[in-house]
């Protein structure tokens, strides 16, 4: 019994390897060899990276649908519109949603699904607009400034939640790191957001009045938003 357990383990290191230099799945590999009558389909090895496969594969389905959901929440959220200079959306508490709940790939990846579905003609931005014109436009320097947004507030929150052990919003203090992780992103935004507008959009207006005009407005409800997130 005991040279039947090291053949396993040396037989499975040696099918590891074969993966590994080979780059093909272990549970392609041990499926040919059961179906081929070389090992036992109801032996340990088999089982364990049919499992190994069939849990994958499950987590490949729920992310999936986790991309699927949160983009489309995206997308309905950008067509609740006030209209003003920069149109008042509910996109920005989705962003904030999406850095508290998923990781920093998946909240890229959802924001870039979103901005690939306007460009090409989707009318996924605030007020059913698309194309890549809107990236020219006063919002365009908004849908940029997202990005470092998300990537900021995500590595905060994550050098929060290391030293909390993984905990957030228990308590007061943490509450508050979890805002301040939040508006500094947002402030990132802001800043893309405000050159962006200036040099793309409108060269001869100042940066003070740039945001006067496209900043401030949006300060206290992006707060609201921000605790509503949280």
Request: glycine fraction near 6%.
């Amino acid at each position: 019994e005991a040279e039947a357990i090291c053949f396993s383990s040396k037989y499975e290191e040696m099918l590891l390897r074969i993966s590994k230099e080979n780059k093909i799945p272990m549970s392609f590999i041990v499926g040919r060899l059961a179906k081929n009558n070389i090992i036992d389909y109801k032996s340990k090895l088999y089982n364990k990276y049919k499992l190994m496969e069939s849990t994958m594969k499950s987590k490949l389905t729920h992310n999936i649908s986790l991309i699927a959901f949160f983009t489309t929440l995206l997308v309905i959220s950008s067509w609740f519109t006030i209209p003003f200079v920069i149109p008042f959306t509910l996109q920005t508490l989705v962003i904030f949603i999406l850095i508290l709940v998923l990781d920093l790939k998946k909240s890229l990846l959802i924001l870039l699904i979103y901005c690939l579905l306007g460009i090409i003609g989707i009318p996924v931005f605030s007020s059913f607009q698309s194309g890549l014109g809107v990236f020219l436009g006063p919002t365009g320097g908004f849908l940029i400034g997202f990005i470092p947004m998300i990537i900021v507030s995500n590595i905060l929150l994550k050098t929060i939640r290391k030293k909390k052990n993984g905990n957030l919003g228990s308590n007061k203090k943490n509450y508050f790191m979890s805002f301040l992780a939040l508006f500094i992103g947002l402030l990132c935004c802001y800043t893309i957001a405000t050159i962006w507008y200036g040099l793309v959009y409108d060269t001869t207006t100042s940066s003070l009045n740039i945001i006067i005009a496209i900043i401030l407005p949006f300060v206290l409800p992006d707060i609201i938003k921000i605790i509503i997130a949280i």
